[in-house]
């Protein structure tokens, strides 16, 4: 590993050099939030909260499970009885669909209603059932004319950013030659299939299962505010703290400790990969979750010095925006060649460390969309 890892690295590098790329970017990417909440007039209807986002290049927050919450509300100012809007609001159309886009033509679901629960099918030889989307099963992906069956176990929306960033989606189901094929692939395995039932949306069309309603929240209000436990279908019409988000990759906090090369397999193996820094805004939403996160770094991150050139890369591209502590540069050949970030003594500092050292990490998680965007 260490080898190829190297080559990788020299590869990487001299195409950046020869592509002339130092000043490479892709905008800030990874999921930060900001809220408004310092004044009564920070509090508005469901509506004009999505609109005050919009004019900052963000959305209603959608929440993705309880650690979400928690990181959410952990600095926000207390205030007795506020209510926090989400981005989940009902739908006015249809509520079962593809993850494709491809039309229900054929349909072998036994569901005949919806109600506030995200329902998602799963196939048993070729019988289709209808699950809970959180609960965690293996999958079937598709290319070209290929199915594929994938033996982890992800809950649906996880399930479907794994076959888009590996495959081209869920598989869908047009007619009963096909079902049967499905099936036959499945091996006798119960597994998503891209057929999901939804009446409420998150309003940036990201897929969430979160949906972590009270027992005794059986109104029928078409918004959704939420608080350190709980969703809450509220009137849209009512007044509410804003939170707003941005960015296509969460951060995930892993608490097992590994050398970063085990960081870095771990991280392209469950997420996207070692979590990677683009600018000032990036850095300020790894800080928030240092700041929520009960785990005590240094945290490894995708940062690695060139041993044959001397800079610091992010796998396949040069470090451009740093937070080196003592703002500087470690240099060869006093330097160790991988990189942390702090959360105790210098929130959010870097600074490099023996690579075969074990510490906790950082992973990136790309965001999964209903649509493809």
């Not at 886009?101 to 196939?123: K, P």
């Not at 809450?232 to 007044?239: L, N, R, S």
């Not at 683009?278 to 979750?289: C, H, I, L, S």
């Not at 942390?340 to 510490?359: F, M, N, P």
Request: contains cysteine.
């Amino acid at each position: 590993m260490s080898l190829s890892l190297s080559v990788l690295m020299m590869t990487s590098v001299l195409l950046v050099l020869s592509l002339g790329l130092f000043d490479f970017t892709v905008g800030s990417h990874l999921r930060r939030v900001s809220f408004f909440l310092s004044k009564d007039d920070d509090k508005m209807n469901w509506m004009d909260s999505l609109n005050k986002c919009k004019s900052n290049e963000s959305s209603l927050v959608t929440v993705y499970h309880q650690e979400d919450l928690g990181a959410l509300l952990k600095n926000v100012p207390g205030e007795e009885g506020v209510q926090f809007w989400s981005g989940l609001r009902k739908n006015q159309s249809s509520v079962t669909t593809w993850s494709d886009g491809n039309s229900l033509a054929f349909n072998n679901s036994q569901v005949t209603s919806i109600g506030d629960d995200q329902i998602c099918e799963a196939m048993t030889n070729i019988t289709w059932k209808a699950f809970n989307c959180s609960d965690r099963k293996p999958f079937m992906c598709y290319k070209d004319n290929n199915y594929i069956l994938i033996d982890k176990e992800k809950d649906w929306c996880q399930a479907l950013q794994y076959c888009r960033r590996h495959y081209t989606d869920l598989v869908s189901i047009s007619n009963e030659t096909q079902n049967n094929d499905v099936s036959e692939k499945g091996k006798n395995k119960t597994f998503w299939i891209g057929l999901q039932h939804d009446q409420w949306t998150w309003v940036d069309g990201s897929c969430s299962t979160y949906r972590n309603w009270p027992k005794n929240n059986n109104n029928n209000p078409e918004c959704a505010t939420f608080d350190l436990n709980n969703l809450h279908k509220v009137q849209c019409a009512i007044d509410g703290g804003i939170f707003c988000t941005k960015g296509n990759m969460r951060i995930k906090v892993i608490k097992n400790k590994s050398t970063w090369e085990g960081a870095l397999d771990y991280c392209e193996e469950n997420h996207n990969g070692l979590l990677w820094i683009e600018d000032e805004e990036d850095q300020k939403a790894v800080e928030q979750w240092l700041n929520h996160t009960e785990v005590e770094g240094p945290f490894w991150i995708g940062l690695r010095q060139s041993t044959l050139f001397g800079f610091w890369i992010w796998k396949d591209r040069t470090v451009g925006y740093s937070k080196w502590k003592n703002g500087k540069i470690p240099a060869m050949p006093m330097s160790n060649h991988c990189g942390v970030i702090d959360k105790t003594s210098a929130l959010g500092q870097w600074s490099d460390e023996d690579c075969w050292r074990e510490h906790h990490f950082l992973c990136e998680e790309e965001i999964a969309f209903m649509n493809k965007k």
